[in-house]
């Protein structure tokens, strides 16, 4: 029998068992084996970090931008070369189907090629003449050490939209991954370090909330990039501001997908089907709700129905496979818990997703589960479940579908089905979402723009990505000067 892993923080540009630390153990949400040990580390292990960020922050500040990004050049051929390895890796440890890891991997890859871009991010602004012989200029700077705190359904791409921009501005960078899925994350410090990073400018500490709640409080700490879940989420951005720090903090999210009578209906299903069961709904732009306009309702749902039957469920690394496991056996009890929620409150089951569930020996599996005439007062409707179930709601007109997808307190992610360009304009302007999607599934945006969610979805002023990111993590300096 292999032995199971114990991990270590990554400190100081080498491997560091945990303080005093206890483990969690790690299982392959397809199998329930165990793949590895996780520390939870304590604030001891995070001031070792914070300390060697300290230590390498001042040649890494002064090191010229150019030769920044030649690293992350470097990182970006490793990451192209392992690019196989990295993908089976978030399968394991997550259990998205090997093709989504593959996508992610990209996702992750083209965020390192965003921040390699850094001598021009990093450009300043100036006017020779405010005055007679007098000029100004606007001129960047890091921030100094700065922290991320990420989530367990993107292992590989929600770091890389906080480090390799931070690192490129000359911060120091100390991760918290999710204690769920840590193995990732071990791998991008390794290939971080052969692409020649200097000690001490990435770090990771493994833990859960007394890392969060140490980054919260350490003075050093600048500035704090948070994924995860609205309550957390608030709790960083709140904590953290009153700390004085500068906070970035991404969270929930409820997203409706609008399909209008005109629709191409075959494109529209094949998209909500892929946004709202791809990654077991695991996705903070997954399709959770999809409002059918009029009569398109009928074969729009029959058609959902028809296609969520034929969906391949198991492990991820099985080829065909489209629908792996949730990440835990808790997630997968709190899934049911919903499904049978909206029963009581009267929606009507079309698929019932826990069937799977019977024809599973072991993982954490449930089935696509399509709800129909879901209303607003429902809890089905109202809650972020993270899960593959997917919530209809009907109604008459394009405004009441608005309107009802504006009642969401998230905002993150809106899509609308159809050919009607005026349609289209009415849903841009009105929709309460930052990123929206039209006759297209998943709307995440690249790299080079910002991941811009509002309203419960996003605590703080600059989002992750773009410009955004390069304001996050430096700071102005303007100068005047006669001479
Ligand atoms: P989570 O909130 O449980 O965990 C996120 C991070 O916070 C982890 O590193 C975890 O260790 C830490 N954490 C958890 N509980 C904590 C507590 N009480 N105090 C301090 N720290 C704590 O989130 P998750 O389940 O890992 O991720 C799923 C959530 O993330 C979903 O809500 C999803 O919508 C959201 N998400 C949002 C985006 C976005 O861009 N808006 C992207 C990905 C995921």
Request: glycine share 8%; charged share 20%.
């Amino acid at each position: 029998m292999a032995t199971i892993p114990n991990l270590q923080n990554y400190i100081g540009g080498r491997w560091v068992p945990p303080v005093n630390s206890t483990y969690e153990d790690v299982p392959n949400p397809a199998t329930g084996e165990v793949i590895a040990r996780v520390p939870l580390s304590s604030k001891e292990d995070l001031q070792a970090a914070v300390a060697a960020a300290r230590s390498s922050f001042e040649a890494w500040r002064d090191t010229p931008v150019p030769k920044r990004a030649r690293i992350l050049f470097a990182y970006q051929q490793l990451l192209v070369s392992h690019w196989e390895e990295l993908a089976r890796l978030i399968t394991q440890e997550n259990g998205k189907s090997y093709t989504e890891a593959y996508g992610e991997v990209q996702r992750g890859i083209e965020c390192v090629e965003f921040a390699a871009g850094a001598p021009t991010l990093m450009m300043g602004s100036q006017l020779p003449d405010i005055a007679t012989g007098i000029e100004s200029g606007m001129y960047r700077y890091p921030l100094g050490i700065v922290a991320g705190i990420t989530p367990f359904n993107f292992p590989m791409m929600v770091p890389c939209w906080m480090f390799p921009l931070a690192i490129a501005c000359g911060n120091a960078f100390i991760l918290k991954p999710s204690e769920r899925t840590p193995l990732l994350a071990n791998r991008l410090a390794e290939l971080l370090t052969e692409a020649g990073l200097p000690a001490g400018v990435f770090s990771i500490v493994h833990g859960a909330r007394e890392i969060v709640n140490g980054m919260i409080e350490h003075p050093d700490i600048q500035a704090i990039s948070f994924v995860g879940s609205q309550p957390v989420a608030e709790h960083v951005y709140r904590s953290a501001a009153a700390e004085g720090k500068r906070v970035q903090a991404l969270a929930g999210a409820k997203n409706h997908s609008i399909v209008l009578p005109d629709a191409d209906l075959d494109l529209a299903v094949s998209n909500i089907i892929n946004a709202a069961f791809g990654s077991a709904g695991e996705r903070c732009m997954a399709c959770a709700v999809v409002v059918a306009v009029g009569a398109i309702a009928e074969p729009l749902i029959q058609k959902l129905k028809e296609a969520s039957e034929r969906i391949k469920i198991g492990n991820g690394l099985e080829p065909d496979v489209f629908l792996g496991p949730v990440i835990r056996s808790s997630h997968k009890e709190r899934t049911l818990n919903y499904i049978e929620a909206g029963v009581q409150e009267g929606a009507s089951l079309v698929v019932d997703g826990r069937c799977a569930v019977q024809t599973q020996e072991s993982g954490y599996f449930v089935g696509p589960t399509i709800f129909d005439r879901v209303q607003t007062d429902m809890k089905i409707w109202q809650e972020e479940i993270f899960a593959p179930v997917l919530s209809v709601v009907r109604a008459d007109t394009l405004e009441e579908a608005i309107h009802i997808a504006n009642r969401s307190e998230f905002a993150n992610g809106a899509c609308l089905y159809t050919d009607s360009a005026k349609a289209i304009r009415q849903f841009r302007d009105r929709i309460d979402a930052g990123m929206l999607g039209v006759n297209v599934g998943v709307p995440a945006p690249m790299a080079f723009f910002p991941f811009s969610g509002y309203k419960k979805s996003f605590y703080g002023d600059l989002h992750a990505n773009g410009r955004d990111g390069v304001e996050f993590y430096t700071r102005k300096k303007m100068m005047t000067a006669r001479y």
